[in-house]
Nanobody
Framework: QVQLVESGGGLVQAGGSLRLSCVVSRSISGIDVMAWYRQAPGKQREFVADIRSGGRTNYADSVKGRFAISRDNAKNTLYLQMNSLKSEDTDRYYC?????????WGQGTQVTVSS
């Protein structure tokens, strides 16, 4: 089992920034893919960004140039730096990892952007 705990969400004005963190209960050095998704009530969960163990990153078009995903293997932590936030970024944000062919998810952290 792998536990993930997100933090860093909150209320921010449009144009502001937030940094999300996701602490993983085991070493992440052996985990290839780590990602952030987001979901609004009544909507499907959507991909935001992912990062591979080698450092390669991938972003949804809607966040390219504004968000940056990173990982710190020494701290077993995944990050999402969110800049130039827009009202449409308001969602609950979840981190996820694939380990031993299983997908593990955190409980999420709420991000609310006021316009």
């Amino acid at each position: 089992q792998v536990q993930l705990v997100e933090s860093g969400g909150g209320l921010v004005q449009a144009g502001g920034s937030l940094r999300l963190s996701c602490v993983v209960s085991r070493s992440i050095s052996g985990i290839d893919v780590m990602a952030w998704y987001r979901q609004a009530p009544g909507k499907q969960r959507e991909f935001v960004a992912d990062i591979r163990s080698g450092g390669r990153t991938n972003y949804a078009d809607s966040v390219k140039g504004r968000f940056a995903i990173s990982r710190d293997n020494a701290k077993n932590t995944l990050y999402l730096q969110m800049n130039s936030l827009k009202s449409e970024d308001t969602d609950r944000y979840y981190c996820t990892v694939v380990f031993n062919r299983d997908n593990f998810w955190g409980q999420g952290t709420q991000v609310t952007v006021s316009s």
